[in-house]
């Protein structure tokens, strides 16, 4: 089966500038996370959608950060303005349902990496 | 208390020899405990992972031990190959299995690098 598509694999701008981030997850997969992987530290989650549904944005910065799952497919995560402090990987992974179980596995995109100069 | 604590932050093993990596926890809620393994320019992927009712669980070369009173759990990677060279991080879930997937809580990753 395909992977999780994310796009762009690298940006670089300058703070303040607003950026966006696109995730296609595996077919069929209800449940689709963004994480921030910030250098030399795990994954964070920021947020997480089932279907089109928001389960849990408690750790994504609204005052900057925005996410939407139109459809229940394919989702966006958008910065603006940009921090420097935003800088980091932003992985996008999706698994078949919420609950963890022994097949239900979170399967990640390779992540775009921001730079924010 | 919902921190995942993980060491060593790197790691250096020669070809053929053992590889171990730690991981504790203070949330005495917590009971799953995935390993993620991730190459440079991949996301990460789920190797292996345990629950509490069982102190060790082994796919291969790959073995979690898992010390429940003293909250610890460690990954052991036996006749370590270079293509194993890596990050890996744990990670720990209250809830076990029918637990929310978004309470996964992620260490802070170590720098495995086997040497030929």
């Known amino acids: 089966e395909a992977g999780v598509a994310q796009s762009p694999r690298y940006k670089i701008i300058e703070k303040r500038q607003s950026v966006a981030f696109w995730c296609n997850p595996i077919s069929g997969h209800a449940t689709l996370y963004w994480y921030q992987q910030i250098l030399g530290q795990g994954p964070k989650l920021l947020i997480q959608?089932?279907?089109?549904?928001?389960?849990?944005d408690s750790q994504l910065p609204k005052d900057r950060f925005s996410a939407e799952r139109l459809k229940g497919v394919d989702s966006t995560l958008k910065i603006q303005p940009a921090k420097l402090e935003d800088s980091a990987v932003y992985l996008c992974?999706?698994?078949?349902?919420?609950?963890?179980?022994?097949?239900?596995?979170?399967?990640f995109g390779a992540g775009s990496r921001l730079t924010v100069l | 208390q919902q921190q995942v604590k993980q060491s060593p932050q790197s790691l250096i093993v020669q070809k053929g020899g053992i590889s171990i990596i730690n991981c504790a926890y203070e949330n005495t809620a917590f009971d799953y405990f995935p390993w993620y393994q991730q190459f440079p320019g991949k996301g990460p992927a789920l190797l292996i992972a345990?629950?509490?009712?069982?102190s060790e669980k082994k796919e291969g070369r790959f073995t979690i031990s898992f010390n429940k009173s003293a909250k610890q759990f460690s990954l052991h990677i036996m006749d370590s190959q270079p293509g194993d060279s890596a990050t890996y991080f744990c990670?720990?879930?209250?809830?076990?299995?029918?637990?929310?997937?978004?309470?996964?809580?992620f260490g802070t990753g170590t720098l495995l690098a086997v040497q030929p």
């Open positions: 345990i629950r509490p009712d069982v």
């Open positions: 992974a999706s698994s078949p349902a919420g609950r963890i179980s022994g097949a239900n596995v979170l399967t």
């Open positions: 990670a720990a879930a209250p809830g076990g299995y029918g637990g929310a997937t978004n309470k996964l809580i």
């Open positions: 959608f089932q279907n089109n549904g928001v389960v849990d």
